[in-house]
T-cell receptor, first 113, second 110 residues
Framework: TQLLEQSPQFLSIQEGENLTVYCNSS?????LQWYRQEPGEGPVLLVT?????EVKKLKRLTFQFGDARKDSSLHITAAQPGDTGLYLC?????????????FGKGTKLSVKP | EAQVTQNPRYLITVTGKKLTVTCSQN?????MSWYRQDPGLGLRQIYY???????DKGDVPEGYKVSRKEKRNFPLILESPSPNQTSLYFC?????????FGPGTRLTVT
């Protein structure tokens, strides 16, 4: 069974701090996605990384896919209270489809003003 | 506007009373899924459907049924709900590049 381990599970920081969330697996994925989920809502896609070593930026968020396509990280610069939420990574295995995502358990981020 | 709708959003029921949670998408996607989300366990796939009349089990299918008679609808059926099915349920619809999630249904079985 393929697993995606996310760390840390919980993170509470002050506004303006930087943080990194990690998503690791022993399995190789064809692509990896990051979602953000706010209370009372479904997850919303932030980014998809496809190529090993790929780096994508979304304003203050930087996403990286590991060279071996087994891990990924999400770095937030100068966090703001609006970044608060549950961050989920999800992988598509080789031979799998977009509808067959494997999700990590998530990192719950709280950014205090 | 592209969206996935679920109904009801909240439901409290008793053990053994059959219920259906509806899911509908307006994006003409072939692939739809149901997940449950539990604290400490994350999102787990219950069932998925690759097209009309094509469904398959996900990771936690026990106690659930689905049907896909039309492309836009993918209802989740609990024939005899039990307290361990108390959870937050999400329907999702997939394009080749991403999943779109519904707003969730919070189910409590007493």
């Amino acid at each position: 069974t393929q697993l995606l381990e996310q760390s840390p599970q919980f993170l509470s920081i002050q506004e303006g701090e930087n943080l990194t969330v990690y998503c690791n697996s022993s399995s190789v994925f064809s692509s990896l996605q990051w979602y953000r989920q706010e209370p009372g809502e479904g997850p919303v896609l932030l980014v998809t990384v496809v190529t090993g070593g790929e780096v994508k930026k979304l304003k203050r968020l930087t996403f990286q896919f590991g060279d071996a396509r087994k891990d990924s990280s999400l770095h937030i610069t100068a966090a703001q209270p609006g970044d608060t939420g549950l961050y989920l990574c999800a992988g598509v295995s080789y031979g799998g489809s977009q509808g067959n995502l494997i999700f990590g358990k998530g990192t719950k981020l709280s950014v205090k003003p | 506007e592209a969206q996935v709708t679920q109904n009801p959003r909240y439901l409290i029921t008793v053990t053994g009373k059959k219920l259906t949670v509806t899911c509908s998408q307006n994006m003409n996607h072939e692939y739809m899924s149901w997940y449950r989300q539990d604290p400490g366990l994350g999102l787990r796939q219950i069932y998925y459907s690759m097209n009309v009349e094509v469904t398959d089990k996900g990771d936690v299918p026990e106690g659930y049924k689905v049907s896909r008679k039309e492309k836009r609808n993918f209802p989740l059926i609990l024939e005899s709900p039990s307290p361990n099915q108390t959870s937050l349920y999400f329907c999702a619809s997939s394009s080749p590049h991403q999943q779109y999630f519904g707003p969730g249904t919070r189910l409590t079985v007493t």
